[in-house]
């Protein structure tokens, strides 16, 4: 890690739980980054004792104006880390001005990240590198399928559209897809085949020299889904699967990205494993994994300096490695009744990690407590004024 002490880390990021992870996955290394903000009533990130300069701006355009003109003449080039995809998205669109000064994540061209968002584009790679992929299309808003049969699932054709995992319906038939188009804005979407979901599972890794090199040391699962989304809590375990490992190495070659990275699958009832998508930018789970003993962010950024893969140092402490973001999972619990929320209280004090709560850097969980309960409160009386109303 010596080799990366002299460099700036810059964080462009939104008021999240997977930043908060960064700061934390860098200062706990002795690594004080500096964040960059994006956004209005921020308290989370921010909260952190680990952050070494603060900023706050209104977009990530403004922000990554910011860092050109503030950072990129240090004396050793600084890294520009973001965890979201319409960040990214913004940070590949400014691939020429960044590449000599900024060590960022990149596919090797200006809008090359942007062209592998499309879940259109990730499909066909997918199928190219012999992964089981659920038949798709993608149509106008009010289309009929043409190809994809019932049941489907309706998604957004890329995850930079505003409110991208609110646009996912499954439907059994036409009505269903009506009903779900009605709900909807975007002019394109994504229709795919519905499989029957037993689980969800993946890999949060890196990859250097435009993809010919790629760590996958830990695959994670879930403790619950849902048909339409993930759950909060999940475990690592150790990869056994060499074919799946080398699909992931080949279309990670293919994309030709430099950076970290999730990649997800599907576990459908059937016995088969179904490519979902890649995400080219740190996810909520790259904490765990720091805690697992895989710092993502740090071995990244000392490989990407070595142009090696940089992992000779890694020692997993322990698999399984449970976490679990713990706020939101315990609220669903209680939603659920006392018998669920005691279930989810032994879940939480069960887990190795807790994504919130940490006793080295507090902060941030009791401002998120706060937040929450704020929030609960202006329900509460929100409904009751509503009542109120109505009688």
Same mark, same amino acid.
């Given at each position: 890690?010596?080799?990366?002490?002299?460099?700036?880390?810059? +964080? !462009?990021?939104?008021?999240?739980?997977? %930043? /908060?992870?960064?700061?934390?996955?860098?200062?706990?290394? *002795?690594? $004080?980054?500096?964040?960059?903000?994006?956004?209005?009533?921020?308290?989370?990130?921010?909260?952190?004792?680990?952050?070494?300069?603060?900023?706050?701006?209104?977009?990530?355009?403004?922000?990554?104006?910011?860092?050109?003109?503030?950072?990129?003449?240090?004396?050793?080039?600084?890294?520009?880390?973001?965890?979201?995809?319409?960040?990214?998205?913004?940070?590949?669109?400014?691939?020429?001005?960044?590449?000599?000064?900024?060590? #960022? #994540?990149?596919?090797?061209?200006?809008?090359?990240?942007?062209? !592998?968002?499309?879940?259109?584009?990730?499909?066909? +790679?997918?199928?190219?590198?012999?992964?089981?992929?659920?038949?798709?299309?993608?149509?106008?808003?009010?289309?009929? %399928?043409?190809?994809?049969?019932?049941?489907?699932?309706?998604?957004?054709?890329?995850?930079?559209?505003?409110?991208?995992?609110?646009?996912?319906?499954?439907?059994?038939?036409?009505?269903?897809? /009506?009903?779900?188009?009605?709900?909807?804005?975007?002019?394109?979407? +994504?229709?795919?085949?519905?499989?029957?979901?037993?689980?969800?599972?993946?890999?949060?890794?890196?990859?250097?020299?435009?993809?010919?090199?790629?760590?996958? %040391?830990?695959? /994670?699962?879930?403790?619950?889904?849902?048909?339409?989304?993930?759950?909060?809590?999940?475990?690592?375990?150790?990869?056994?699967?060499?074919?799946?490992?080398?699909?992931?190495?080949?279309?990670?070659?293919?994309?030709?990205?430099?950076?970290? #990275?999730?990649?997800?699958?599907?576990?459908?009832?059937?016995?088969?494993?179904?490519?979902?998508?890649?995400?080219?930018?740190?996810?909520?789970?790259?904490?765990?994994?720091?805690?697992?003993?895989?710092?993502? !962010?740090? /071995?990244?950024?000392?490989?990407?300096?070595?142009?090696? +893969?940089?992992?000779?140092?890694?020692?997993?402490?322990?698999?399984?490695?449970?976490?679990?973001?713990?706020? %939101?999972?315990?609220?669903?619990?209680?939603?659920?009744?006392?018998?669920?929320?005691?279930?989810?209280?032994?879940?939480? *004090?069960?887990?190795?990690?807790?994504?919130?709560?940490?006793? $080295?850097?507090?902060?941030?969980?009791?401002?998120?407590?706060?937040?929450?309960?704020?929030?609960?409160?202006?329900?509460?009386?929100?409904?009751?004024?509503? #009542?109120?109303?109505?009688?």
């Amino acid at each position: 890690m010596r080799a990366i002490i002299n460099h700036l880390f810059i +964080l !462009l990021v939104g008021d999240h739980f997977n %930043p /908060l992870g960064m700061v934390r996955s860098l200062g706990e290394e *002795h690594i $004080n980054p500096i964040v960059v903000l994006v956004g209005e009533d921020s308290y989370l990130v921010q909260s952190s004792k680990y952050i070494r300069r603060l900023h706050k701006v209104h977009s990530a355009q403004e922000g990554l104006e910011l860092i050109i003109k503030e950072y990129s003449k240090s004396s050793y080039k600084p890294f520009i880390l973001t965890g979201s995809d319409d960040i990214i998205a913004v940070i590949d669109r400014n691939y020429d001005r960044l590449c000599r000064d900024f060590f #960022f #994540f990149n596919a090797g061209g200006q809008g090359r990240v942007n062209k !592998l968002l499309s879940k259109k584009e990730q499909n066909n +790679l997918a199928k190219q590198c012999g992964f089981n992929v659920p038949a798709y299309e993608e149509v106008n808003l009010g289309d009929y %399928p043409k190809e994809v049969t019932y049941p489907l699932i309706t998604k957004a054709v890329d995850s930079t559209i505003n409110n991208w995992k609110s646009q996912v319906y499954i439907c059994r038939n036409e009505d269903e897809l /009506l009903e779900a188009y009605s709900h909807l804005k975007s002019e394109k979407i +994504l229709l795919q085949q519905y499989i029957e979901k037993k689980n969800e599972t993946g890999f949060d890794a890196f990859s250097i020299n435009e993809g010919r090199d790629t760590y996958l %040391p830990l695959q /994670l699962t879930y403790f619950t889904t849902t048909e339409t989304s993930f759950g909060n809590a999940i475990y690592f375990f150790e990869p056994h699967d060499k074919e799946l490992l080398e699909k992931i190495n080949r279309i990670m070659m293919m994309t030709k990205f430099s950076g970290i #990275f999730s990649i997800d699958f599907l576990e459908g009832k059937d016995g088969r494993l179904y490519f979902l998508e890649i995400n080219f930018r740190n996810s909520a789970w790259s904490y765990p994994s720091t805690k697992a003993g895989v710092n993502l !962010l740090v /071995l990244w950024a000392e490989s990407t300096l070595m142009q090696s +893969l940089k992992i000779s140092d890694v020692i997993i402490k322990k698999l399984p490695f449970s976490a679990i973001v713990e706020i %939101p999972e315990f609220l669903s619990g209680l939603k659920k009744g006392i018998g669920s929320a005691v279930k989810t209280y032994k879940l939480i *004090h069960n887990s190795d990690c807790l994504v919130f709560w940490n006793k $080295n850097d507090n902060k941030p969980f009791w401002k998120e407590v706060f937040h929450t309960v704020g929030y609960l409160i202006k329900r509460m009386i929100h409904r009751l004024c509503f #009542f109120r109303i109505l009688l």
